[in-house]
């Protein structure tokens, strides 16, 4: 089993900054890709951004130019650093993490953080 552990979450006023942070433990052979997923009330979830091992990162449109996303390999940490936060960014942030088994990669969700961007 692997588990997530996420903090950073919180509310802040349009225009400002938050960072989120994800440390992945348990039973980790290898790791596929690492990322970030959003669920607003009334909307689906999606895909925020994405770091693959050994790949470019993905961002979805809407928060290109303002989020950034890093890992650090040798702590299992995936970070999300958003700037020029707006209201239409207040969501449940979830962390993901794909990792290598030997039946195919296993993805594993994070609790989920609150963000809350206020007008």
């Known amino acids: 089993q692997v588990q997530l552990v996420e903090s950073g979450g919180g509310l802040v006023q349009a225009g400002g900054s938050l960072k989120l942070s994800c440390t992945a433990s348990?039973?980790?052979?290898?790791?596929?890709?690492m990322g970030w997923y959003r669920h607003a009330p009334g909307k689906q979830r999606e895909m925020v951004a994405v770091i693959p091992s050994g790949g470019t990162s993905n961002y979805a449109d809407s928060v290109k130019g303002r989020f950034t996303i890093s890992r650090d390999n040798a702590k299992n940490t995936v970070s999300l650093q958003m700037n020029s936060l707006k209201p239409e960014d207040t969501a449940v942030y979830y962390c993901?993490?794909?990792?290598?088994?030997?039946?195919?990669?296993?993805?594993?969700w994070g609790q989920g953080t609150q963000v809350t961007v206020s007008s």
């Open positions: 348990g039973s980790i052979f290898g790791i596929v890709s």
């Open positions: 993901n993490v794909v990792v290598v088994r030997v039946s195919g990669p296993v993805g594993y």
